[in-house]
């Protein structure tokens, strides 16, 4: 019986490996290699990444079009923009838009590379522009990103976070406007400041205490702030510190947008 399989093992090989892969016991990747449908699938990814981002540096395009709706996206390390975001608007309006406000001119990208490995696409950049206060702003990026269906679904960004947060501090609006128009001069920042959904509401109480409640949970987060022409320093009464800038009658303070009640 042996030499017999043998024999027609010998005669039938290609009709036996048809088969075989027809019933999915054999598989085929994108080219002559082993079976490998992440590496393909994520190469594949790189090039969408690659096209967008080279549209970007032409002025182009914008990369952020290339964002699933429900994109989750984490700003890494500690600035007034750092967090979590999950969906595309929340993303662009709390995160996005206020970076992009400090700049007189769009940044301009320069790539430094592209990778991929099984999973992810890392892109690697360096940007700068002129901000509001006449500064250069350059910083350098890496973004870990995973595409699904040609969108991004999960992105994660590391870069120099000292420098963002000297951006945010060094466009404030008392260097342009003057001392007598801050929001420490004229006390406007006191009252009620709640997101758009109304979820979030930031009391600045006159005694120089906030008091900030989410959804149901009332009182979240209790104690003291400090305004400084339009930006604000706040320390927790559990121990932790934030900050936050006033901009335009909004306040931007830990990756969100509170708009005066």
């Not at 608007?89 to 320069?110: D, I």
């Not at 999973?119 to 522009?129: E, Q």
Request: hydrophobic share 35%.
């Amino acid at each position: 019986m042996y030499p017999y399989l043998k024999r027609l093992l010998r005669t039938h090989r290609s009709a036996i490996a048809a088969f075989l892969l027809g019933m999915g016991m054999l598989q085929q990747g994108c080219g002559s290699k082993p079976y490998s449908p992440a590496p393909c699938g994520v190469a594949l990814s790189g090039d969408i990444v690659a096209r967008q981002f080279a549209q970007w540096q032409r002025g182009k395009g914008n990369f952020f079009d290339l964002l699933h709706d429900d994109v989750i996206w984490t700003v890494s390390g500690r600035s007034p923009v750092s967090g979590t975001y999950k969906g595309k608007a929340c993303f662009m309006n709390q995160a996005v838009a206020p970076v992009l406000g400090q700049f007189r001119a769009p940044l301009v990208p320069e790539l430094i590379g592209i990778t991929t490995d099984n999973k992810y696409v890392w892109l690697h950049f360096k940007a700068r522009a002129t901000t509001l206060s006449g500064r250069i702003y350059e910083n350098t990026y890496l973004w870990k990103l995973q595409l699904e269906a040609g969108k991004i679904i999960r992105g994660i960004a590391f870069l120099d976070t000292h420098e963002l947060v000297i951006l945010m501090k060094d466009n404030r609006s008392e260097n342009r406007t003057g001392p007598q128009g801050t929001m420490e001069a004229t006390g406007e920042y006191l009252g009620m400041w709640v997101t758009k959904d109304g979820h979030i509401r930031h009391e600045l109480l006159p005694n120089g205490r906030y008091d900030e409640s989410r959804g149901t949970r009332k009182s979240a987060y209790r104690g003291r702030y400090k305004v400084t022409g339009n930006h604000i320093d706040y320390r927790d009464d559990t121990g932790f510190t934030a900050d936050g800038e006033f901009k335009d009658g909004i306040l931007y303070h830990a990756g969100m947008i509170l708009y005066k009640e």
